[in-house]
């Protein structure tokens, strides 16, 4: 499987409010340790062999091309000059479903599906293979965190099938979604309809009640910056372990 061939959609059209009282800067573009946020997902998007990136944005969409325009800059490194990167804007605001079913003309047969506001290390070629073998439309990667109040935890059948979201879960440890998605053209033209809608709050759910959704565990490192308290942590985390050549 030539990842090159598979274009990645980035979810990048958020307002996001929770961070809005620090920064009125989309949150993909948030500086963490010298670089926008985003630009540690395409580097690790490009070690991976993908090429085509689309990145999905509403908010303040004129910021992601005036920042990711400059390749060879001190806080874009080279070699994602090698990435073909695309901006593909909503008129108006469309959801995370919206978004997606807005790409689809952009997807051949599948799709990587990522949101720009996290970062999880993984395999990306090991969620595409269990795609295949399932036979799914849609595979989902979850990743296991200390604490799960703040995102909703994961309900795990036998074989890894994804079974239900509980979305006010009591704490402790768990599985979550990770907000990457392995996705076919089958799923973008079925599953979402024309018009706003929300991939997590309605799409999903709904999807997984008519087929059997498997799910690849991711066990590296994750963080999403959606609070000011992850925001700082993501400061003395970054770059990650497999992107120390960054530095």
Known sequence: MELSRIPVLILAGGRGTRL???????????????????????????????????????YRADDFEQALRHPTSAAFPACLGELDIRFLVEATPLGTGGALR????????QALVMNG???????????FTRLKAQSAALCLTA?????????????LGEGDRLEGFEEKPASGRGWINA???GMTRRFLEHAIPPGPSSLEREILPDWITKEATPVRRASGFFRDIGTPER?????????PPNLLWLE
């Open 179 to 181: 907000g990457i998605y």
């Open 143 to 155: 990743v296991c965190v200390e604490d799960v109040r703040d995102y909703g935890c994961l309900s």
């Open 117 to 127: 506001d996290s970062y999880c290390e993984m395999d990306y070629l090991g969620l």
């Open 231 to 239: 925001l700082q942590q993501a400061e003395v985390e970054f770059p």
């Open 20 to 58: 809005s009282a620090v920064t009125e800067v989309p949150k993909p573009l948030i500086p963490v340790a010298g670089r926008p946020f985003v630009t540690y997902l395409l580097a690790d998007l490009h070690q991976q062999g993908f090429r085509r990136i689309f990145l999905l944005t509403g």
């Open 102 to 109: 807005q790409a689809l003309p952009h997807v051949a047969t």
